[in-house]
């Protein structure tokens, strides 16, 4: 079976969705939109009902060869927007240009100007909670008022005015009409209140629009290429080899799925699948005296950025803290303080710092069955690992804030559930994959998105930055056809 | 003169009586346990007998049968109670496993009845509510709303 659209595009999560939106805005009613997605729809009443959001074992898509590094992903319609979080932090604008300010990892070949207004596009879309003033510069207020601080932010931000926020993040923080208000449960996986954005709540719209047609359990295989452009992709849809032919071939499926389909298309670019990245995450928990944690209104309360942006680049990680107000659920054992009247005079705090990539790291086409993703992790750089010694360090400096008691423990993430790096973009087809607007160097009509594109991690969560980059990559790609 | 089969039948069963009293035992032996470190560990509270009892069940059934806690698959950023990962999951907690497993059915518990609900007034009868489970929703006792000026 074959069939002819003007697009295809690959996967439904956030980078698919945000640039389907877009490009929507501007596409004329004939156009013919075909959307693929691997899993089932998955709604919240069946997430809800079976205690888990997707119906698909990711266990039976990946293999693993190095188990105690855990990668998060959620198939299904809406993709990984069904298991984040909800958090929506900007990356700064030195994030971008890590090479030129402090000599290492490389710079991006977009800068914070140039995505800044779609930041704020998808902030709205989003209905992103959060502070008037952030670190970054911004043109448009968040659109919903910050959730509310835990007792030690308000203390942390008493003493650090300029480094201590409120959270920015797609957990409402009043009823929007569609999502709850976030109570922190602290089980964001499956949301009970339905309090996060995903696009099955906010923009599951875009999907009826006539001119888009999607197709469920769709596996994409391959893409294929001829006389220099891409031509079709092929799929297994029900036990059936499917071919969808299109103009424009767009892959959103992850940065584990966009180099496991392009490697198994045979692109031989020596990128494709290595760099494969993410923060490093450490929880640190600590006992204050007398001040009572985990008051504030959603899971993650508050956002240090005092050890992020500055001239310790050049020599270590930067690093994002976050303060943990609802970490019921992941900590069964030691979230509360089993003394007599001061079982939540501890608090749990997790670093991010960003990591440099190393093309050690890799995604690959398994050896023993093709359709699953082979992935080994061999370590952090030395850069991540140099900064997270400095902890002792920084909780000395929040020590100024807090009446901190002691370091009860700190346990290193397996994961920070965020997959980066793996078909990355740059200005030289030499040493990246696609071009700025996450075009492909050699096949102009095909596009790569999400955060495999990202060339270096930043301590910043990275859905906004995955759904501003669609939206620019729309944009071009809409200008270019008008042109 | 006994067949060698009566001998690994009868070999195969007094096996399998063992086990199915070495796991009731297990068992009745846990829920003992868990009552019995509640009792000592919350001694300045007033604690429902009756709930503190059907606590322990829940957690032994939770323990054995895995019916109860769907959360614990809930792991994701942690991977708290994994024993593998030496490399990703190092932790410097330097509590002994018994002060954790004690410490995680004190906090199990707690967060199972009415005390935090209650503003953790120790002069009220604490009642197990329900076995904790933060998959329903609003389940930290500590959080507050925000609040929006009309």
């Keep these: 079976m074959s ?12 980078a698919s969705s945000f640039f389907l939106m877009r490009y929507l805005e501007h596409a004329p009613d004939a156009c013919r939109i075909l959307v693929l997605e691997r899993g089932n729809e998955d709604t919240k009443a069946w997430q809800l009902a079976n205690g888990k959001n997707t119906s698909i074992d990711p266990d039976t898509l990946i293999e693993n060869q190095t188990p105690a590094k855990e990668w998060y992903t959620s198939p299904g319609f809406g993709g990984n927007s069904k298991c984040w979080m909800g958090g929506t932090t900007r990356m700064m604008p030195g994030d971008f240009k890590l090479h030129s300010r402090y000599g290492v990892g490389m710079d991006w070949p977009v800068s914070y100007d140039d995505l800044e207004g779609h930041y704020g596009t998808v902030e709205q879309v989003m209905l992103v909670a959060g502070p008037a003033v952030t670190p970054m510069p911004r043109s448009r207020p968040l659109p919903l008022v910050p959730h509310r601080f835990s007792d030690p932010d308000v203390l942390l931000n008493q003493h650090f005015p300029e480094g201590w926020y409120p959270m920015s993040t797609a957990r409402a923080s009043v009823y929007t009409g569609q999502r709850g208000i976030c109570c922190a449960s602290g089980s964001c996986g499956t949301c009970p209140v339905d ?72 692109f031989t670019h020596p990128l494709i699948g290595r760099r494969l990245h993410e923060q490093m995450p450490i929880y640190v928990t600590l006992d204050l005296k007398g001040v009572k944690a985990y008051t504030g209104s959603t899971v993650l309360s508050g956002l240090g950025y005092l050890f992020y942006d500055g001239a310790h680049r050049a020599d270590h990680a930067a690093c994002m803290i976050e303060t943990w107000s609802s970490p019921f659920a992941y900590r069964p054992d030691d979230a509360l303080r089993i003394e007599r009247g001061r079982w939540n005079e501890r608090m749990m705090l997790g670093f991010l710092f960003d990591d440099l990539p190393s093309e050690r790291n890799r995604v690959t086409v398994s050896a023993h069955d093709p359709s699953r993703v082979n992935v080994y992790f061999d370590d952090y750089s030395e850069y991540a ?16 804030a807090l009446p901190i008691e002691r370091i009860v423990g700190s346990t290193m993430g397996s994961t920070a559930a965020h997959i980066q790096g793996t078909v990355v973009m740059g200005d030289d087809p030499a040493t990246s994959v696609v071009d700025r607007h996450l075009i492909h160097h050699d096949y102009r009509n095909l596009m790569v998105l999400g955060a495999s594109a990202y060339p270096t991690a930043s301590p910043a969560y990275p859905t906004l930055t995955v759904s501003a980059l669609s939206l620019w990559a729309a944009d071009h790609i809409i200008g270019a056809r008008n042109a | 003169m006994i067949s060698r ?121 604490v009642k197990y509510v329900g076995y904790f489970d933060p998959t329903h929703p609003c389940q930290n006792p500590f959080a507050r709303q925000v609040i929006v000026a009309s």
């Design chain 1, 195 to 266: 309090a996060k954005f995903t696009i099955q709540n906010g923009l599951a719209r875009i999907y009826q629009d006539p001119r888009v047609t999607l197709r469920l359990r769709a596996e994409v295989q391959t893409v294929e290429t001829s006389g220099g452009i891409a031509t079709a992709v092929n799929a297994l849809r029900e036990g059936r080899e499917e071919r969808y032919a299109g103009d424009l071939i767009v892959l959103g499926a992850s940065a584990l799925f966009n180099p496991h389909i392009l490697l198994r298309s045979g």
């Design chain 1, 3 to 14: 069939d002819h659209y003007d697009v295809v595009i690959v996967g439904t999560g956030f």
């Design chain 2, 5 to 125: 089969r009566r001998m690994i039948l009868g070999g195969i069963g007094v096996v399998g009586v063992g086990g199915l009293a070495a796991w009731g035992l297990g068992r009745v032996g846990l829920k003992a346990e868990i009552v019995a470190l509640l009792k000592r560990r919350l001694d300045y509270l007033k604690l429902d007998e009756q709930g503190v009892h059907t606590f322990a069940t829940d957690k032994v059934d939770a323990i054995f049968n895995k019916k109860i806690p769907t959360w614990n698959r809930l792991r994701y950023h942690f991977g708290a109670g994994i024993p593998s990962a030496p490399r990703f999951q190092r932790s410097t907690d330097a509590r002994s496993r018994t002060v954790r497993f004690e410490d995680a059915v004190v906090q199990l518990y707690l967060l199972s009845s009415n005390f935090f609900i209650d503003g953790a007034d120790e002069s009220r009868v």
């Design chain 1, 385 to 400: 690992k140099k900064a997270a010694d400095r902890i002792p360090q920084m909780i000395d400096k929040l020590a100024e």
